[in-house]
Nanobody
Framework: QVQLVESGGGLVQPGGSLTLSCVVS????????MSWYRQRLGAEREHVAT????????WYADSLKGRFTISRDKAKNTLYLQMSNLKPEDTGVYYC???????????WGPGTQVTVSS
């Protein structure tokens, strides 16, 4: 059973930075494509960034390029999202997601709240 647990959310001032983590257990980390999504208040869940299984490729939502960076540490079975120059509109619940490329099975973490406010 794949389990994902996010951490690192919290309250940050506009212009600040925050790094989210997602620890994966129950499956070989290197066989999972990993992504971050977010859901802002009153909006649908939206894609933030994705990293391929071996971490050699990643892509981002166009509006977030340059401010957000996705990375993964295979030794720690952990996915990261570095966020900089945060804006109030980045406020929302951030979710870690995993996908088995071979089967298409997907998994979600419970989410972590990020609040950008002065």
């Amino acid at each position: 059973q794949v389990q994902l647990v996010e951490s690192g959310g919290g309250l940050v001032q506009p212009g600040g930075s925050l790094t989210l983590s997602c620890v994966v257990s129950g499956f070989a980390f290197g066989r999972l494509s990993m992504s971050w999504y977010r859901q802002r208040l009153g909006a649908e869940r939206e894609h933030v960034a994705t990293s391929t299984r071996n971490g050699d490729s990643s892509w981002y939502a166009d509006s977030l390029k340059g401010r957000f960076t996705i990375s993964r540490d295979k030794a720690k079975n952990t996915l990261y999202l570095q966020m900089s120059n945060l804006k109030p509109e980045d406020t929302g619940v951030y979710y870690c997601a995993a996908r088995q490329d071979r089967t298409g099975d997907g998994y979600w973490g419970p989410g972590t709240q990020v609040t950008v406010s002065s």
